[in-house]
């Protein structure tokens, strides 16, 4: 009993006193309601910390995380991995090193669990990783990095509207007259971002911009293929399921966004010998 009093006392003095360093550092807040990165990963290791199961961690974590049950289960796990790296470089850029040192250890808990072995052994037998200390690190961290990094939630109302219009572009490349090579990187994007929203719980504003990014690109290398095509159902689908993707993460990243005019006038200016010849 007093050994067990003694232990919660330490964690007690532990989070003080790490949040007494952190105010060493604190910088103006901002006053948007931020979900960063450390932020997710805290409320996932604080989530799943409580689970009582004897099912696999890979199941847990699949269970706890994933709204969409046709995720991959290790694609989770795996997601899970990304996000704590990502978190990882977010406190080595915006922190102090002599500070970041006692934070990175908090990272090995995350590790633990997702090890090969980890990922089929029993949960009861693995949450032990995620001591009240490591949380109490990671909470402060998330407070802190939440200061630094703008990223608001993306609504329930919004990831719908992408997911459908994910849906109708999915069903307009099932019968697009698009060449096959064409067809097959334009699914490949698509499920890209799917994915990205299947995974928003973990991955963010951020893991759906990126989706955009790679989109755009995309895009860009087969402008000319595009451009020349009739299939204007298609066209005019991409078109709105980009627009509405980069609207709510510029929203949500308080960025501006990366398409400033329609897809195919944008198609024009990439095709176009006059505007490539001015902007060599």
């Known amino acids: ?9 330490i964690i007690i003095l532990n989070s003080i006193w790490l949040g007494l360093i952190m105010a060493s ?18 409320e996932i290791m604080s989530g799943i910390s409580r689970i009582n199961s004897n099912e696999s ?8 995380i994933s709204n969409e049950k046709k995720s991959n289960p290790l694609s989770v796990a795996l997601s899970l991995s990304e996000l704590a790296e990502s978190v990882k470089q977010d406190v080595l850029l915006h922190m102090a090193a002599d500070k970041s040192e006692l934070f990175l250890t908090c990272f090995y808990a995350v590790d633990n669990i997702l090890t090969p072995v980890a990922l089929v052994a029993h949960w009861n037998a693995v949450k032990g990783n995620i001591s009240e200390e490591v949380l109490a690190r990671m909470q402060i961290l998330s407070k802190f990095l939440d200061a630094q990094i703008i990223e608001e939630e993306i609504s329930n109302a919004d990831l719908e509207s992408i997911k459908t219009l994910v849906k109708d572009l999915e069903s307009t490349l099932a019968s697009s007259e698009l060449p096959g090579e ?38 860009y290398a087969n402008r000319e293929a595009l451009d020349s095509s009739e299939d204007e159902g298609t066209i005019t689908r991409l078109g709105e399921l980009i627009d509405k993707v ?8 308080k960025l501006k966004k990366i398409m400033q005019h329609p897809i ?9 010998p006059d505007n490539e010849s001015t902007t060599d």
Request: charged letters at 25%; aromatic letters at 8%; one cysteine or more.
């Open 1 to 9: 009993m007093i050994q067990e009093l003694c232990s919660m006392i």
């Open 25 to 42: 550092e604190k910088k103006e807040q901002k006053t948007v309601n931020a979900s960063s990165s450390a932020e997710r990963l805290y």
């Open 57 to 64: 961690t890979v199941d847990v974590l699949y269970g706890y």
């Open 182 to 219: 064409l067809k097959k990187i334009l699914i490949k994007e698509v499920v890209r971002i799917r994915y990205s929203i299947e995974m928003y719980a973990i991955s963010g504003a951020y893991g759906v911009k990126e989706a955009l990014q790679s989109t755009v690109g995309a895009v």
């Open 246 to 253: 980069d609207a709510i993460t510029a929203r949500a990243m």
């Open 264 to 272: 195919k006038f944008m198609l024009k200016k990439m095709t176009d």
